[in-house]
């Protein structure tokens, strides 16, 4: 017997299709599978409060602007996330990245 397709499956493969049409990769889940979103979610809640609700921007140029200095300046650089032992990303990745060996090390 044959399940019915549920309405939320139905939705994210119609929104998968659409992402494809437009040349762009979709999250690495399967339909229906919410699990890989999850850390997203966060970021985009984070990102909600933290900078969309505190302010009205005149132009998608200025608003743009500031997302990429929020990511890239502030929350990669400066936020300490609880699931990085409270460290940055940056300080995060510095601390348990092997560096490479050099000549005459």
Do not use: C
Not at 12 to 41: C, H, Y
Not at 62 to 69: D, G, M, P, S
Request: aromatic share 14%.
């Amino acid at each position: 017997m044959r399940r019915p397709v549920e309405y939320g499956q139905f939705t994210s493969w119609v929104f998968t299709q659409k992402i494809r049409s437009a040349g762009l990769l979709p999250s690495f889940g399967t339909v229906g599978d919410g699990l890989d979103n999850a850390m997203m979610e966060s970021f985009w809640s984070s990102m909600q409060i933290e900078l969309l609700n505190r302010k009205k921007w005149r132009t998608r140029v200025e608003l743009a602007n500031a997302i990429f200095e929020y990511i890239e300046v502030f929350y990669n650089r400066r936020r300490r996330h609880s699931g990085l032992a409270y460290a940055t990303p940056h300080d995060y990745d510095l601390a348990h990245t092997i560096q490479p060996l050099t000549a005459g090390s």
